[in-house]
C-alpha cells in the first residue's frame, strides 16, 4: 500500500507539491493526471525515497521515505522508470540490464536477466548496443530495468511519452501484464487516454490534487453532455414545445436539435419530449462527455 | 558503502571509457610517447654541445619526469568527463540512484574509474622513463640516476594526491558543467600550476627535491580533502537529482 498525508515539496520559493493526500490498494494502478509542471515527477520521486520530503509524511509498503533507511529499502523495493530513459549508450542491451540487476544485488543474476529478455521481447537485441535502439526499444530496455529486482510497486513517468502508437500499445501491454502479475502500478501521464486504457483510478494533480476517481466516474461526472436529436424538418412551433416540456432552449442546427442531457434528464426523456411536439426523428446520438472534458472541467473548476 | 557496488559502478565506467578511442589513446599513448621522447632530448641535447656537463644531469631528470604530472591532471579528467559528465548528459544517474546502492558508492567507483588508469599508465610510463632516461645519462655520469628518494615521493606521493584532487575537481565542475568540452575545460585548469612548476624547475630556478616533494604533497593533501568534503557534499542524491541540471 502507498499512503501520502499532505505530502508537501517546496523548492525554493515555488511549491511543487502542495498537501497531497491519497491511498492506493495493493494491485491497483493508479494514474496521476496533470498537466506540465503540475508536481507529478516530484511527486514520484518522493515516493520513490529520492528527494526529501518538506512537509507531511508518505509510507510505501509500511516504510516512511523520510527516513533515509527506509527510503533505501523503498528503493530495493520498487521499480522505477524515470522521465528519460537514462540508458548508457556505450552498454548493449544484455549488459545494461546485468549491470542493474548486480547494484540491486539480484541472485541468480543470468537467468534474471534472460527472464526480462524474454518477458519483454528484447531477446533479439540482446547484444546490440543502446545507442542503435529506436525509442520504442530504449523505453521497452528502460522497463525491463525497473523490473529487474522484481519489485511489486512500479512507478512509471509518463511511460509513452514521445513514444509512436505502435510502441505507446507495446508499453500499455506491458502496464497491464504488471497488473495481472498483481503489481501496484502507479503511472504519471498528461495524456487522457492512457488513464482511461490502463488506470483503475485517477487523481488529477495541479500541486494540489484536485480529483481522485475511477476514469469512468469521473467521465460520468461531466456534465451536460449533449443529444443530437436529427429531424426531417425543424421550425419554431416544434423548438418552442420541446423548449416548453423540457423546460430547457435546445440549440437548433440545420437538421437538428442539440439539446444537453444530465442525470435528471435522460436520453430516453429528451426523445420522448421531441417525439411528444411531433418531431419525426432521423437519429438520436448522447455524446458522451469525454475524459477530456472531465479533465479540464476538474482544471476549470478549481482555476475559479 | 559496499565494496561490491563500488566494483559494479569502477567496472563500468571503466570499460565504458576504455572503449573510447580518444580516452584510450590519452590513457595510453600520451605517457608512453612521453617516456620514450623524453630520454631521447638528453641524447640529442648531449651530442649537440658536444657533451652536457654532468651537473645539469640531475636537475634535467627531475624536471622531465615531472612532466609526467601533467599527465596526472589531464587524465582523470577526460575519464570524468564521460563517466560524470557524460551520465549527466545521457540522464543515467537518477536511474543509478533509484536503486539502494549508496551514494558513497557510486562516488567511490566514479573516483577509482578515474584515478586507477590514471596512476597504472603514468606509473608504467615512469618506469619506462627511468630506465631509457637511465641508460642516456651513463655516458654522461658513468652510471644510471634514478631513483631518488624524490622520486619515490613524486611517484607514490604526490602523483596519488593529485590524481585524487584532480577527481573531486572534476566532480565539482561536473556538477554545473552543461556539456564534456566545457567540463574538460575548466577542469583542465589544474593542470596549470603543475605546468608552470615543470617550467620553472626546467630553468633551473626551483630544485625539485625531496624537500619540495613533500612541501606539494602537503598543499595538494589539503586541497585535496577540502574539495573531497566539497565534492562529498555536491554528490548527494537529492542534489544530484534537482541541481544538476
Ligand atoms: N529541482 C527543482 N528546482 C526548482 N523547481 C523545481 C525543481 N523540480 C521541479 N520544480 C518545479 O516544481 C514544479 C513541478 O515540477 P514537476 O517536474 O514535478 O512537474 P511534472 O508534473 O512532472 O511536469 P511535466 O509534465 O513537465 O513532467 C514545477 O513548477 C517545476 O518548475
Ligand atoms: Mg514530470
Same mark, same amino acid.
Given at each position: 500500500?502507498?499512503?501520502?498525508?499532505?505530502?508537501?515539496?517546496?523548492?525554493?520559493?515555488?511549491?511543487?507539491?502542495?498537501?497531497?493526500?491519497?491511498?492506493?490498494?495493493?494491485?491497483?494502478?493508479?494514474?496521476?493526471?496533470?498537466?506540465?509542471?503540475?508536481?507529478?515527477?516530484?511527486?514520484?520521486?518522493?515516493?520513490?525515497?529520492?528527494?526529501?520530503?518538506?512537509?507531511?509524511?508518505?509510507?510505501?509498503?509500511?516504510?516512511?521515505?523520510?527516513?533515509?533507511?527506509?527510503?533505501?529499502?523503498?528503493?530495493?523495493?520498487?521499480?522505477?522508470?524515470?522521465?528519460?530513459?537514462?540508458?548508457?549508450?556505450?552498454?548493449?542491451?544484455?549488459?545494461?540490464?546485468?549491470?542493474?540487476?548486480?547494484?540491486?544485488?539480484?541472485?541468480?543474476? =543470468?537467468?534474471?536477466?534472460?527472464?526480462?529478455?524474454?518477458?519483454?521481447?528484447?531477446?533479439?537485441?540482446?547484444?546490440?548496443?543502446?545507442?542503435?535502439?529506436?525509442?520504442?526499444?530504449?523505453?521497452?530496455?528502460?522497463?525491463?530495468?525497473?523490473?529487474?529486482?522484481?519489485?511489486?510497486?512500479?512507478?512509471?513517468?509518463?511511460?509513452?511519452?514521445?513514444?509512436?502508437?505502435?510502441?505507446?500499445?507495446?508499453?500499455?501491454?506491458?502496464?497491464?501484464?504488471?497488473?495481472?502479475?498483481?503489481?501496484?502500478?502507479?503511472?504519471?501521464?498528461?495524456?487522457?487516454?492512457?488513464?482511461?486504457?490502463?488506470?483503475?483510478?485517477?487523481?488529477?494533480?495541479?500541486?494540489?490534487?484536485?480529483?481522485?476517481?475511477?476514469? =469512468?466516474?469521473?467521465?460520468?461526472?461531466?456534465?451536460?453532455?449533449?443529444?443530437?436529436?436529427?429531424?426531417?424538418?425543424?421550425?419554431?412551433?416544434?423548438?418552442?414545445?420541446?423548449?416548453?416540456?423540457?423546460?430547457?432552449?435546445?440549440?437548433?442546427?440545420?437538421?437538428?436539435?442539440?439539446?444537453?442531457?444530465?442525470?435528471?434528464?435522460?436520453?430516453?426523456?429528451?426523445?420522448?419530449?421531441?417525439?411528444?411536439?411531433?418531431?419525426?426523428?432521423?437519429?438520436?446520438?448522447?455524446?458522451?462527455?469525454?475524459?477530456?472534458?472531465?479533465?479540464?472541467?476538474?482544471?476549470?473548476?478549481?482555476?475559479? | 558503502?559496499?565494496?561490491?557496488?563500488?566494483?559494479?559502478?569502477?567496472?563500468?565506467?571503466?570499460?565504458?571509457?576504455?572503449?573510447?578511442?580518444?580516452?584510450?589513446?590519452?590513457?595510453?599513448?600520451?605517457?608512453?610517447?612521453?617516456?620514450?621522447?623524453?630520454?631521447?632530448?638528453?641524447?640529442?641535447?648531449?651530442?649537440?654541445?658536444?657533451?652536457?656537463?654532468?651537473?645539469?644531469?640531475?636537475?634535467?631528470?627531475?624536471?622531465?619526469?615531472? #612532466?609526467?604530472?601533467?599527465?596526472?591532471?589531464?587524465?582523470?579528467?577526460?575519464?570524468?568527463?564521460?563517466?560524470?559528465?557524460?551520465?549527466?548528459?545521457?540522464?543515467?544517474?537518477?536511474?543509478?540512484?533509484?536503486?539502494?546502492?549508496?551514494?558513497?558508492?557510486?562516488?567511490?567507483?566514479?573516483?577509482?574509474?578515474?584515478?586507477?588508469?590514471?596512476?597504472?599508465?603514468?606509473?608504467?610510463?615512469?618506469?619506462?622513463?627511468?630506465?631509457?632516461?637511465?641508460?642516456?645519462?651513463?655516458?654522461?655520469?658513468?652510471?644510471?640516476?634514478?631513483?631518488?628518494?624524490?622520486?619515490?615521493?613524486?611517484?607514490?606521493?604526490?602523483?596519488?594526491?593529485?590524481?585524487?584532487?584532480?577527481?573531486?575537481?572534476?566532480?565539482?565542475?561536473?556538477?554545473?558543467?552543461?556539456?564534456?568540452?566545457?567540463?574538460?575545460?575548466?577542469?583542465?585548469?589544474?593542470?596549470?600550476?603543475?605546468?608552470?612548476?615543470?617550467?620553472?624547475?626546467?630553468?633551473?630556478?626551483?630544485?625539485?627535491?625531496?624537500?619540495?616533494?613533500?612541501?606539494?604533497?602537503?598543499?595538494?593533501?589539503?586541497?585535496?580533502?577540502?574539495?573531497?568534503?566539497?565534492?562529498?557534499?555536491? #554528490?548527494?542524491?537529492?542534489?544530484?537529482?534537482?541541481?544538476?541540471?
Amino acid at each position: 500500500m502507498i499512503q501520502t498525508e499532505a505530502l508537501t515539496r517546496r523548492f525554493g520559493p515555488v511549491t511543487a507539491v502542495d498537501a497531497v493526500t491519497f491511498q492506493i490498494a495493493d494491485g491497483e494502478v493508479f494514474g496521476l493526471l496533470g498537466p506540465n509542471g503540475a508536481g507529478k515527477t516530484t511527486t514520484l520521486r518522493m515516493l520513490a525515497g529520492l528527494i526529501g520530503v518538506t512537509e507531511g509524511r508518505a509510507v510505501v509498503d509500511g516504510l516512511d521515505v523520510r527516513d533515509p533507511a527506509q527510503a533505501a529499502q523503498v528503493r530495493a523495493r520498487l521499480g522505477l522508470l524515470p522521465e528519460e530513459p537514462g540508458l548508457y549508450p556505450d552498454l548493449t542491451v544484455r549488459e545494461t540490464l546485468d549491470f542493474f540487476a548486480r547494484l540491486q544485488h539480484v541472485p541468480d543474476r =543470468r537467468r534474471r536477466v534472460d527472464d526480462l529478455l524474454d518477458r519483454l521481447a528484447l531477446g533479439e537485441r540482446a547484444s546490440s548496443r543502446v545507442a542503435t535502439l529506436s525509442k520504442g526499444w530504449k523505453q521497452r530496455l528502460a522497463l525491463a530495468r525497473a523490473l529487474v529486482n522484481e519489485p511489486r510497486i512500479v512507478f512509471l513517468d509518463e511511460p509513452t511519452a514521445n513514444l509512436d502508437p505502435e510502441a505507446s500499445q507495446e508499453v500499455r501491454a506491458i502496464i497491464r501484464d504488471l497488473r495481472d502479475r498483481g503489481c501496484t502500478v502507479v503511472l504519471n501521464t498528461h495524456r487522457l487516454e492512457e488513464v482511461e486504457r490502463t488506470c483503475d483510478r485517477v487523481g488529477i494533480l495541479r500541486t494540489r490534487l484536485l480529483a481522485i476517481a475511477e476514469p =469512468r466516474a469521473l467521465r460520468r461526472a461531466a456534465t451536460d453532455a449533449p443529444a443530437t436529436i436529427g429531424l426531417e424538418h425543424v421550425d419554431a412551433d416544434l423548438v418552442h414545445a420541446v423548449a416548453q416540456r423540457l423546460g430547457v432552449q435546445p440549440d437548433v442546427t440545420e437538421d437538428g436539435l442539440v439539446i444537453p442531457c444530465t442525470p435528471s434528464r435522460p436520453m430516453a426523456d429528451v426523445v420522448a419530449a421531441v417525439v411528444a411536439a411531433g418531431g419525426r426523428i432521423t437519429r438520436a446520438v448522447v455524446a458522451e462527455s469525454s475524459l477530456e472534458d472531465a479533465y479540464l472541467e476538474v482544471l476549470r473548476d478549481a482555476g475559479r | 558503502m559496499r565494496v561490491d557496488d563500488v566494483w559494479t559502478i569502477a567496472r563500468k565506467d571503466l570499460r565504458g571509457a576504455w572503449q573510447r578511442r580518444g580516452i584510450r589513446n590519452a590513457i595510453v599513448l600520451f605517457p608512453l610517447v612521453a617516456a620514450v621522447a623524453l630520454p631521447r632530448v638528453i641524447v640529442f641535447a648531449d651530442e649537440r654541445n658536444g657533451g652536457l656537463p654532468p651537473a645539469v644531469v640531475p636537475g634535467l631528470l627531475q624536471s622531465f619526469l615531472f #612532466f609526467f604530472m601533467i599527465a596526472i591532471t589531464t587524465l582523470p579528467t577526460a575519464i570524468a568527463a564521460y563517466s560524470l559528465v557524460g551520465e549527466k548528459v545521457e540522464r543515467s544517474l537518477e536511474p543509478m540512484l533509484a536503486t539502494p546502492v549508496s551514494v558513497s558508492s557510486v562516488l567511490v567507483g566514479k573516483m577509482i574509474a578515474a584515478v586507477v588508469p590514471t596512476l597504472l599508465s603514468v606509473w608504467t610510463a615512469s618506469a619506462v622513463f627511468m630506465v631509457l632516461a637511465n641508460r642516456a645519462v651513463t655516458p654522461i655520469l658513468g652510471h644510471g640516476w634514478f631513483p631518488q628518494p624524490e622520486t619515490w615521493l613524486q611517484l607514490l606521493v604526490l602523483m596519488p594526491l593529485v590524481a585524487l584532487m584532480t577527481v573531486n575537481i572534476d566532480i565539482l565542475v561536473s556538477a554545473r558543467a552543461g556539456d564534456v568540452r566545457s567540463a574538460q575545460q575548466i577542469a583542465g585548469l589544474t593542470t596549470l600550476p603543475f605546468g608552470a612548476i615543470y617550467m620553472a624547475a626546467e630553468m633551473g630556478s626551483l630544485t625539485l627535491d625531496a624537500a619540495m616533494m613533500l612541501r606539494m604533497s602537503a598543499i595538494v593533501a589539503a586541497v585535496a580533502a577540502g574539495t573531497f568534503v566539497v565534492a562529498r557534499r555536491t #554528490f548527494d542524491r537529492e542534489e544530484i537529482l534537482t541541481r544538476w541540471s
